[in-house]
């Protein structure tokens, strides 16, 4: 979710896709964005290397909060290690 004064946006980012990235980007760009809501996933941090990574790279100065898998983004852009907890699974 991108949030601005007027708006709340929905940029669906499961799909992986750069014409939805530039889409948000250029939104981004041309708005007056006051946050970013970063959803849950599914999948890994690095499967979203060239989107929601990016855009925590990109707008440093845009608070962002990161829900679940959009949390672990935010720790896998400044160097956390993203494991899987101990004792998961079958």
């Known amino acids: 979710l991108v949030i601005s004064q007027d708006e709340i946006i929905l940029c669906d980012d499961e799909q992986n896709?750069?014409?939805?990235?530039?889409?948000?980007?250029?939104?981004?760009?041309?708005n007056n964005?006051?946050?970013?809501?970063?959803?849950?996933?599914?999948?890994?941090p690095e499967d979203y290397e060239s989107t929601t990574c990016?855009?925590?790279?990109?707008?440093?100065?845009?608070?962002?909060l990161g829900v679940c898998l959009g949390h672990q983004a935010l720790g896998y852009v400044y160097g956390a290690s993203?494991?899987?907890?101990?004792?998961?699974?079958p």
């Open 82 to 89: 993203v494991i899987e907890a101990p004792g998961e699974g």
């Open 17 to 30: 896709n750069n014409n939805n990235n530039n889409n948000m980007e250029n939104y981004l760009h041309s």
């Open 33 to 44: 964005v006051n946050g970013i809501i970063l959803s849950p996933g599914p999948g890994r």
């Open 54 to 64: 990016n855009v925590i790279r990109n707008y440093p100065h845009i608070p962002i």
